[in-house]
């Protein structure tokens, strides 16, 4: 697992920042431990992170019926430039399609397969 932050929310003002941040948290199961990555793909990169980000029902509501016992939660932010910050909170049984997709998007870069 490598470190994670949130996205800014000051729009990432410091030199170097990316503008382009998605931070996923994992909590629960069965030992009730807590996940994190991130992915701050290059500027070069960014359109396909945007694909994937737009493709998720961000503005849909969810179930968040968690029932059954040791379930992980997810919480994915995304913020793709200063005026654009996204997040959701899922139940474990509704990261599916587009959610999956970015999710895994986001653990494979952070594990340093998307960050070259």
Avoid: Y
């Avoid at 030992?31 to 992915?39: D, N, Q």
Wanted: net charge negative; glycine share 12%; charged share 35%.
């Amino acid at each position: 697992m490598s470190e994670s932050r949130s996205p800014r929310r000051d729009g990432g003002s410091s030199a170097g920042s990316p503008l382009l941040v998605v931070a996923v948290k994992r909590t629960g199961g069965f030992a009730g431990l807590t996940k994190e990555w991130t992915a701050e793909p290059r500027e070069d990169e960014a359109s396909d992170w945007v694909t994937l980000i737009s493709r998720c029902p961000w503005d849909e509501p969810v179930d968040g019926d968690s029932r059954g016992a040791d379930r992980f939660q997810w919480n994915i932010h995304a913020r793709c430039g200063p005026d654009e910050d996204r997040e959701a909170e899922l139940p474990d049984r509704a990261l599916t399609g587009p959610w999956r997709e970015l999710v895994d998007a986001v653990r494979d870069w952070s594990d340093g397969n998307g960050a070259g």
